[in-house]
């Protein structure tokens, strides 16, 4: 069963050197009082602040500091995927623990904690 991700949601990339806190915009508020996500939530800074350092030789960055760890700033070309088509927050589908996002440097972004135990999507 799908947790709903919450502002206080925990996310990694499989690239990054450290795990985020995932941010929501205050507009949809669940029932332990936080804020839900959808998968358009998926902006660098204003809801993935980054995974401190990046490691993937896809990053120029990386790439030219000779495989280097160099500052997460990720790029994200899509929404989340899948989410929730059945429970819509703001207009698009709810974003759940079971989606991914993928960052144009091949790093895979994945829920750790949704922040939320009580709301489940069926």
């Known amino acids: 069963m799908a947790l709903l991700v919450v502002e206080t949601g925990t996310l990694t990339c499989s690239f990054g050197t450290a795990p985020c806190k995932f941010k929501v915009i205050p507009t949809n ?15 660098y800074p204003t809801n993935v602040p980054g995974f401190t350092l990046c490691t993937s030789p896809s990053n120029p960055a990386v ?8 500052a997460c ?44 135990t009580k709301v489940t999507l069926e």
């Open 29 to 43: 508020v669940t029932g332990e009082k936080k804020n839900a996500a959808n998968i358009m939530d998926n902006v």
């Open 63 to 70: 790439a030219a500091a000779l495989g280097v760890p160099q």
């Open 73 to 116: 700033t990720p790029v994200f070309p899509a929404p989340w995927a899948p989410g929730k088509p059945n429970v819509i927050l703001r207009d698009q589908p709810a974003l759940d623990n079971n989606s991914i996002l993928m960052c144009v440097y091949a790093g895979v972004i994945s829920v750790t904690d949704p922040g939320e």
